[in-house]
């Protein structure tokens, strides 16, 4: 197992490396002058020199590279070229609203649409599976942003259950914390449900054809348990891995859901750079984003083992 | 089932649209609905106005019968804009499932095929994989001018890679096949043994795989349109009607719900297209989903 993990950390790398030349090298070769379009429609020549010093596109390419590689592997994302801080500190201050969205959505999601995935494939064929599988269609054809103001709309406009947006710390009380996440978990979550949903059920009901659920059921054990200890536990390697994949849906609609709530965390930093094309920072969450979810495949290849001791690449 | 010879002698069958209906039930439900927004988006400009024009005396209108989905901010006709937008959507949609297949059709051949080359493409591919698409997108935007053509490049970048990875493993397990084998040991050369033995074989997960492309491609284009980093404001597509309807949500909250609806629409018949082409084309896949 050691030898399996091993290598599983060792294939990061390459990966990785590809994402670190992606960024690296897109706003070498973007087209047109980047250094002009950042400066801005009417910037001088010098204010455009400068933006190239900044971005170190005065300099020979291999030699940028070094530096900037050197640079990165030291922890050190280059600084934003409109507010000069770096951009490690501004990720960093963002990062608590952005963790605390992504899990309680995490949460949220696996909570709600495993047992549902259950319940489809325990009724396969009838009226609750029809019904599920009708949500995961629906799931994989709405947009983010337009259940997130359909949810607005009843909930807090209508209804005023809950607030319409804005983002409260957990040090400012759990209940006002929880609140602020309710909608936009849900809203962000929509898709990833859908995905989970299925997985469970396409994989239930391939375990629950087998024999030994036969003899489970013939012995006369409770359904929930022939369910929940025979049937999911070994149909749990598929949603595992589809709750793992499923997560990059998650990083990708951060940035919009966090946009609808006016929610300060990552998102809303990368739309902000957007629009002010400061592409230090952007290039720096495409970094951290892109880390995050090859780590966290990481850790799903790593669970396989010992979700599943036969698995053994 | 795509021919794969046309030497092979078929049962004549008559085609019956019923049949067909009643076979395929989603496919024909996802087709008619594409069809009729196909319609309105080439024909339906033809008969309403203009969508940038401005009335301030008719502002924040609620739906009725002289504005059938309300007017926004600045009097512009939401229906007029919402028709419009539904143009955008569908070239986006179109075009980057076409240059993606295309792209991911020639990179998956030549991985599945050419052993030499699979490491290093597939390297590649896994690294575009891991930056989420609409980062992606948005990083190679930051970076030009805004424009429908660079919208399309930069939504077709990350979706290549969940096309070559199709296309590969349909090669990988073609090329093992027996009559490849002999093919090879004939003499074949590799091109006529690429397009006439192997590329047949990738069509029918190649289709099924480009709707879901083209699914994922219109909800990336109004994602990018919604952040103000999509296609320039003053063009009436779906996200910038959404978007520019944010700050008065809470009073005319259709400028939001109605073009969303739209959206939904349009994505969800373009999935019912492609599951139906797949439970169809490919019943391995289907049978695993």
């Known amino acids: ?313 | 089932m795509v021919a794969v010879a046309d030497d092979l002698p078929l049962p004549p069958r008559r085609f019956s649209l019923g049949t067909a209906i009643r076979r395929n039930p989603t496919v024909a439900f996802g087709a008619t609905l594409l069809v009729i927004l196909v319609a309105l988006a080439v024909f339906g400009p033809l008969f309403v106005g203009d969508p940038l024009k401005i009335a301030p005396v008719n502002r924040l209108r609620p739906p009725s019968e002289r504005w059938w989905f309300g007017t926004d901010q600045f009097g512009r006709d939401v229906f007029t804009r919402t028709i419009y937008g539904s143009r955008v959507s569908l070239i986006v949609g179109l075009s980057v499932a076409a240059f993606s297949s295309i792209l991911g059709l020639t990179l998956g051949l030549a991985c599945g095929y050419f052993r030499a080359l699979d490491g290093f493409v597939m390297r590649i591919m896994d690294g575009v994989m891991a930056i989420p698409s609409i980062l992606l997108a948005i990083a190679l935007i930051t970076l030009t001018r805004p424009g429908l053509g660079i919208v399309i490049v930069a939504i077709v970048i990350p979706e290549v890679p969940r096309v070559v990875r199709v296309v590969r493993a349909v090669v990988l397990s073609i090329r093992s096949q027996p009559y490849i084998e002999s093919a090879i040991a004939g003499g074949t050369r590799n091109t006529k043994l690429l397009w006439r033995h192997v590329l047949p074989n990738t069509l029918a997960p190649l289709i099924v795989q480009s709707t879901y492309v083209c699914a994922s491609a219109m909800l990336i284009e109004a994602g990018l349109s919604f952040l103000g980093a999509g296609v320039p404001p003053e063009v009436p597509s779906w996200g910038n009607i959404i978007a520019q309807g944010r700050t008065f949500f809470q009073i005319a909250p259709w400028s939001i719900l109605i073009p969303g609806a739209f959206l939904a629409t349009t994505v969800l018949a373009v999935n019912l297209l492609g599951d139906g082409l797949r439970d169809r084309l490919d019943p391995r896949l289907a049978r695993r989903l």
């Open chain 1, 1 to 313: 197992m050691t030898a399996y993990i091993v290598r599983r950390v060792f294939a990061v790398l390459p990966v990785m490396a590809v994402v670190a030349l992606f960024v690296f090298f897109l706003l070498r070769f973007a087209p047109g002058d980047p250094a002009a379009i950042i400066a801005g429609e009417d910037a001088t020549n010098e204010a455009i020199e400068a933006v190239r010093a900044k971005l170190g596109l005065d300099r020979p390419v291999v030699e940028q590279f070094a530096i900037w590689l050197w640079r990165l592997l030291h922890g050190d994302l280059g600084v934003s070229i409109f507010s000069n801080l770096p951009v490690t500190r501004l990720i960093a201050q963002r990062l608590e609203p952005t963790a605390a969205l992504t899990l309680a959505t995490l949460f949220v999601s696996v909570a709600l649409a495993v047992p549902i995935g259950v319940v489809a494939a325990w009724k396969a064929r009838k009226l609750a599976d029809r019904l599920v599988m009708g949500f995961a269609v629906m799931g994989f054809a709405v947009p983010t942003f337009v259940l997130a103001y359909v949810l607005i709309y009843f909930f807090a406009v209508r209804w005023q259950m809950l607030p319409v947006q804005g983002y409260q710390p957990i040090a400012g009380g759990l209940w006002p914390f929880a609140e602020s996440l309710i909608l936009p978990s849900l809203a962000l979550g929509i898709t990833y449900m859908a995905l989970i949903a299925r997985i469970t059920r396409t994989s239930m009901l391939e375990v629950l054809q087998q024999d030994y659920i036969r003899t489970a059921n013939a012995k006369g054990l409770a359904t929930d348990r022939v369910l929940l200890l025979h049937a999911l536990k070994n149909a749990a390697v598929p949603i595992v891995t589809v709750i793992g994949i499923g997560v990059a849906l998650l990083i990708s609609g951060v940035v919009i859901t966090e946009t609808v709530f006016n929610i300060p965390g990552l998102g809303r930093l990368t739309v902000d750079a957007v629009l002010k094309r400061d592409y230090p920072i952007v290039q720096g969450l495409i970094l951290v984003f892109a880390a995050a979810k090859v780590f966290l495949n990481l850790l799903i290849d790593i669970s396989y083992a010992f979700l599943d001791p036969r698995i053994r690449y």
